[in-house]
């Protein structure tokens, strides 16, 4: 298992860790997490839940980024904040006055462990070698 798969593996645990580790003190301080969907309260299961789905769908995103672009690294940030201003529409749009809060600040804090864990295993700016259009990678540079 290379280095970064560990990362990566590293990344999807703490992604749900993070986030219970945010919900619980919201818990303890008396804030009721209730929502307009499904039963109405965002359980403990339910932040984990959500937290290794939006991990693993991470995942999928860096893996589709370094197959289709020269620069995954430059284009992962991009790609997880459009789904972080996505992600939180629905606590903005399902919760009430303090749930919205701390649900909005627990996909912050995932998104941030996601972000940046997965950014750690991608290649730096200027690594790969861009290929002049007729070129081959294999061809000799003598000639």
Known sequence: MTRGTRIRIATVVLAPAA??????????AGV??????????????????????????AWVVVRVLERRTRQPLRWWPLAGSTALGASL???????????????????????????????????????????RRGSRPDADPAR
């Open 32 to 57: 009721d997490l209730d929502v307009s969907v499904g039963d109405g309260r965002v359980g403990a299961g339910d932040v984990v839940a959500a937290a290794l789905l939006a991990a693993l769908a």
């Open 19 to 28: 986030a219970l580790a945010g919900w619980g003190p919201a818990r303890l």
């Open 89 to 131: 529409a629905a606590p903005n749009w399902l919760a009430g006055e303090p749930s919205v809060y701390v649900l909005g600040g627990l996909h912050v804090l995932v998104a941030a462990v996601v972000i940046s864990g997965f950014a750690r295993t991608l290649p730096s700016y200027g690594t790969c070698e861009p290929w």
